[in-house]
Structure formats: C-alpha cells, structure tokens
C-alpha cells in the first residue's frame, strides 16, 4: 500500500488544508462532505469539507489514515510529507502537538471583546447602531469554538450534526448568525492581532461581511479556542427577534 501513497497524496494536496497555512480559508464557507471515501476500494470513514464544489481534507486525517509520515515545519515553514515513514502525532524536531486547552475563554476576554468592538466600529463607518455585547451570546460563542477546536470540525454545523442555533435554548423568536474564522499564528502571541486579522479576513468574505452589518441585528458575542495543534478558532453570533433564553447548551466534546 505505502507504493500507492505518493500517488494518492498528490493527487489530494492541491485540495488539502494544510495546518501550516490555513489563513487562506479562514473566511470561506464550508460545509461537510457526504461523498464516499475509499482506500484501495474498501470504505474509511474521514473528515472531509466542500468548499466550491471540492473537497477538502486535513493532511493528518489522510497521513493517519495511509500510515504516512506528516508533519508541520514550523521553522522553514514547510508542509513534509514522508511516504517511507509510518504516521506519528509528533512532528520532527519538534514538540508534540498541544492537548486541547479546554475553555480559554477567560485568557481570551479581551480579545473576545475586541472582536465585539471592531465590529461595531465597522458598523458605525457604515452608518449602523452599535450591537449589544450580550453575556448569553458571548457564553454561546464560546461553546460554540470550543466544540470547532476540540473536534478540529470547521463547520456552521454542531459537531453533533445539528444546527448552530441548538447552542442557545430559548423561549420567543430568535434568529441568529454566526460567523466562523481560523487562524494560525506560527506561534506568535494573539495579543493585538488575532481580532484584527479576523474581522479583516470576515470583511473580505461577502457572507461574513453581510452578517456583520445585517440591519436587524442588535445583539452579538464572540468565543475564542484553539485546537491541538495551536490554531485559533473564532466565533461570533448575532440575533434579533423577541426572545428570552433560557439557557445555554454544553459543548459537544469528542
């Protein structure tokens, strides 16, 4: 099988997410794939993305799946495919990966906040009321990146299959938004950059930027985690309708 490997990656890599430079698709809609996925006609089970009409996997997901060495150079900056070695989790000359940090929403508040804030300072250039910053939607966010990060599942989707609005339990109508970003620092601290880099990466999309400025909106929240591998996931929710909620769900941890 491992003779086949070289072949099969390159033909996938043009269509890959590779760890080491996913900021090209922080701000692009994805949705989850439903095609089928065989390895030398058997069937796996694999966590893939449609985005634009084709499909995405993480590099991991497919060097686990062969048993072929992948790894993140975070010191040249380079993605290294290695199909005479069998798969690890640690990369080479390098530390492990970091476990799941769990709820670093607390060590990310301010920059929570300031998510909220650029928002509404790109509201008010376009001559929209600023939203409330809303406790319950900031605890919702929160859940929402925590289940994106510990499932590595960068979809609107809950990793569980149900919408994003199951996160928010309420009674009245209430129709909300949300908005998903990824990036990878390389390391660097998130202090003073990760909210920049985010809004202007949602303002470049046309769905993201809509939501942001969606006239019917008046409240928002923002929730902030990182996966295994040190990536940071961002996301905000917006509503409006009459509503009271009543609570907020648990995330839906792997």
């Given at each position: ?128 009321p600023a939203l409330t ?43 909300m938004g949300e908005n ?34 969606k006239e019917n909106y ?37």
């Amino acid at each position: 099988m491992k003779r086949k490997c070289g072949q099969f990656l390159a033909g996938l890599l043009c269509g890959a997410v590779i760890f080491g430079g996913v900021n090209a698709y922080a701000a692009v809609l994805a949705e989850r794939s439903s095609h089928k996925v065989t390895v030398d006609g058997v069937p796996v089970a694999v966590e893939a993305y449609v985005i634009n009409g084709s499909n995405y996997f993480q590099l991991r997901d497919l060097g686990r799946l062969l048993d072929v060495g992948v790894a993140w150079n975070n010191a040249t900056r380079t993605v290294e495919i290695s199909t005479g070695e069998g798969y690890t989790e640690e990369e080479p000359g390098q530390t492990a990966p970091k476990p799941s940090t769990g709820n670093v929403g607390e060590d990310f508040y301010d920059i929570r906040v300031e998510i909220v804030n650029m928002t509404n300072a790109l509201r008010r250039q376009n001559g929209l009321p600023a939203l409330t910053m809303d406790d319950d939607l900031m605890a919702a966010a929160q859940v929402r990146a925590e289940e994106v990060a510990a499932n590595i599942c960068y979809s609107h989707d809950r990793p569980d299959g149900s919408d994003n609005d199951t996160v928010i339990q309420h009674i009245g109508k209430l129709l909300m938004g949300e908005n998903l970003g990824m990036k990878d620092l390389g390391g660097q601290s998130p202090q003073g950059i990760l909210a920049q880099r985010q809004v202007e990466s949602w303002s470049q999309s046309a769905g993201h930027y809509k939501n942001m400025l969606k006239e019917n909106y008046h409240s928002t929240g923002a929730g902030i985690a990182q996966d295994r591998y040190g990536k940071y996931y961002m996301i905000q929710i917006f509503a409006y309708g009459d509503y009271t909620i009543t609570g907020i769900d648990s995330p839906i941890l792997p």
